[in-house]
């Protein structure tokens, strides 16, 4: 495998990163699109994508362009291991490199120090920070596509109390984008004009837990989208319990009682029902207890599945649902 060492000012020009004070592992200071080098080399700036096993992968926001036979639409993808542990998923970051990178794609390096850039401005009324609503959208199915997904822009609707987050990978000439109901959405003052209309497939909801970013699977369901040419497409899909889907995928760690909120961007369900179910690992289900939008976290530490079940009612005393959709979790209760 051939190394090199990150030297060049030019392999970094477009990107986003900043000169990293001298001290601490990890520091806040406020986001300068600049380049810098320093005593050791060239730092790497862009958003974290994905965290594994200490390892964090940062892609550049920026696009860059390599010309007739070149590379298109191409992000700078870095996985940088010895990670700090409190660095999470949606944060705009700048490392330093412990020496050599690795040529591939994603390149392969060590973190030398990791610093958090943060936003100069937050929009006014939002509940989500920019972090936030990055990482939401990337656990979103719309992103699964996207084995190296990029971060292009962020913005938020204050209107519609969403963000759009817009989301693309290397070689890709179109992006996404993915809207992000922002937390705590107030139901009551929210109108449907607000909302995104139902698209083919049911939409995942934000699940939060205080300032965390719940992982959301899709689970059972049975919908129907918009119609289209005066038809409308009707799908039904039968999904394993939410213990057997998360056994072996990450969990979330939270809080001992945790308030654990959800949210859809889509239609506001003034006139649905939800319901959630603890799944035991040998099979039994217990009923949760719900406060409007959101329940408890168990107080007992350990891994817990979670099974969320929406029905969208036409007809509420004819028990008439014009969508249903199941949605399934796990969370890790630390002490």
């Not at 030297?7 to 990293?20: D, G, K, Q, R, S």
């Not at 109108?191 to 300032?211: I, M, R």
């Not at 001992?256 to 319901?275: D, L, Q």
Request: hydrophobic fraction near 40%; charge should be negative; proline fraction near 5%.
């Amino acid at each position: 495998m051939k190394f090199t060492q990150l030297t060049l000012v030019a392999l970094l020009a477009l990107t986003v990163a900043v000169a990293l004070a001298a001290c601490g592992n990890k520091q806040e200071k406020a986001y300068k699109p600049i380049a810098k080098t320093s005593g050791t080399g060239v730092s790497f700036a862009g958003y974290v994508v994905k965290k594994e096993d200490g390892r964090i992968l940062v892609v550049s926001p920026a696009e860059r362009n390599f010309g007739s036979g070149g590379a298109q639409h191409y992000h700078e993808a870095i996985w940088f291991a010895k990670a700090p542990d409190d660095i999470q998923i949606g944060q705009r970051v700048d490392v330093m490199p412990a020496g050599a990178i690795a040529e591939s794609y994603p390149a392969q390096g060590v973190a030398a120090s990791v610093s958090v850039l943060k936003a100069t401005t937050t929009p006014e009324g939002a509940k989500l920070t920019e972090a936030e609503a990055i990482h939401r959208a990337l656990v979103d199915e719309r992103a699964e596509k996207y084995e190296v997904p990029a971060v292009k822009q962020v913005g938020y609707d204050g209107e519609k109390k969403q963000w759009i987050v817009e989301l693309t990978q290397s070689g890709n000439e179109q992006s996404i984008n993915v809207a992000v109901a922002d937390s705590g959405v107030d139901r009551t003052a929210a109108t449907e004009d607000g909302y995104e209309p139902f698209g083919d497939k049911p939409p995942l909801p934000s699940v939060v837990a205080g300032q965390t970013a719940i992982t959301v699977m899709q689970s059972s369901y049975c919908w129907s989208g918009q119609a289209v040419n005066g038809q409308v497409k009707s799908e039904c899909a039968d999904y394993a319990s939410p213990a057997g889907m998360l056994k072996d995928k990450p969990t979330t760690k939270v809080a001992p009682g945790a308030t654990i909120e959800f949210a859809f961007a889509t239609k506001p369900p003034t006139a649905s029902e939800t319901h959630v179910s603890l799944f035991e690992t040998d099979g039994s289900v217990v009923d949760v207890k719900l406060d409007g939008d959101s329940f408890v976290a168990p107080t007992e530490p350990g891994i817990y599945y979670f099974g969320l079940s929406v029905w969208w009612m036409k007809d509420v005393e004819k028990r008439i649902s014009e969508n249903s959709s199941s949605y399934a979790f796990a969370i890790e209760v630390t002490g």
